[in-house]
């Protein structure tokens, strides 16, 4: 089953005359253990759709369904719930606490839960993404594929159903990149989760299982 459905959603923003159709009528799903690409030029509605998946922005029509449930009929509650524990995010700039080390960075998102193992389970994910030597390292004194290794296990902690991804190896070399795309291809497996990502990048495409491309709001093919 999809854990994310979007059914013909579209979203207009009206700015002052002038009405932009920024989404038009897009459908969409992710599975767990699939990762999706959505490619598609500047401007052509990417960060609206992730903002749609990551419960940041509402549909100015059409639904949105997380595990089939309707997004629209959760409470303001439920829907800090769901981002906050349903799903991970990692960004293009890493956006990682410089005055953390990476251990509290990746337990951070768990900061509420006081369940002892969320420190293992940080501790865990770091040996996993190969940085078991790096736990008390703050992130200037990692590389930039360090920092963004901390970041996808930072996304993992809560065990989320979906990890959005946007630009994730944008600020990297290609080398570096590569070896994220194999930490994010492990854990679509290893976590089962759905990995959707917004991307320029042709490396990140070759990793995806299927890619979505968007032109002015519409979904190609
Ligand atoms: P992409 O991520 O592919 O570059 P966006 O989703 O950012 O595309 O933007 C899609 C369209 O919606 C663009 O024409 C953009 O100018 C417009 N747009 C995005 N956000 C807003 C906003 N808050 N207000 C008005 N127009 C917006
Ligand atoms: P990359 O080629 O991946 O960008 P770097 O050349 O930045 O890697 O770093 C190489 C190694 O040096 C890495 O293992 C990293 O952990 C370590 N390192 C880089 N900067 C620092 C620092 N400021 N303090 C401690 N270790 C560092």
């Given at each position: 089953m999809s854990v994310i459905v979007l059914e013909s959603v579209t979203k207009r923003y009206e700015s002052g005359a002038e009405t932009v159709v920024?989404?038009?009528a897009v459908d969409f799903h992710a599975d767990r253990g699939e990762m999706v690409s959505i490619i598609g030029p500047s401007g052509s509605g990417k960060s609206t759709m992730l903002n749609m998946i990551g419960l940041l922005d509402t549909p100015t029509s059409g639904t949105v369904r997380i595990d089939d449930r309707v997004?629209?009929?959760?409470?303001e509650a439920d829907l800090t719930e769901e981002r906050r524990s349903g799903i991970g995010f990692v960004f293009q700039d890493f956006?990682?606490?410089?005055?953390?080390t990476a251990v509290e960075n990746v337990e951070l998102p768990s900061m509420?839960?006081?369940?002892?193992?969320r420190r293992d389970r940080a501790v865990d994910l770091l040996r996993r993404v190969g940085l078991g030597d790096r736990l008390t390292h703050t992130p200037d004194e990692l590389s930039g594929g360090q920092r963004q290794r901390v970041a996808i296990a930072r996304a993992l902690i809560n065990e989320p159903d979906i990890v959005l991804a946007d630009?994730?190896?944008?600020?990297?070399?290609r080398d570096t990149g590569a070896t994220i795309l194999d930490e994010l291809t492990r854990f679509t497996d290893e976590e089962d989760v759905a990995v959707v990502s917004v991307t320029h990048d042709e490396q990140l495409v070759e990793y995806a299982d299927r890619v979505v491309e968007l032109i002015d709001g519409v979904i190609q093919g």
């Open positions: 920024a989404l038009d997004v629209s009929d959760f409470s956006h990682l606490l410089p005055m953390l509420w839960d006081t369940s002892v193992d630009e994730p190896t944008g600020n990297l070399d």
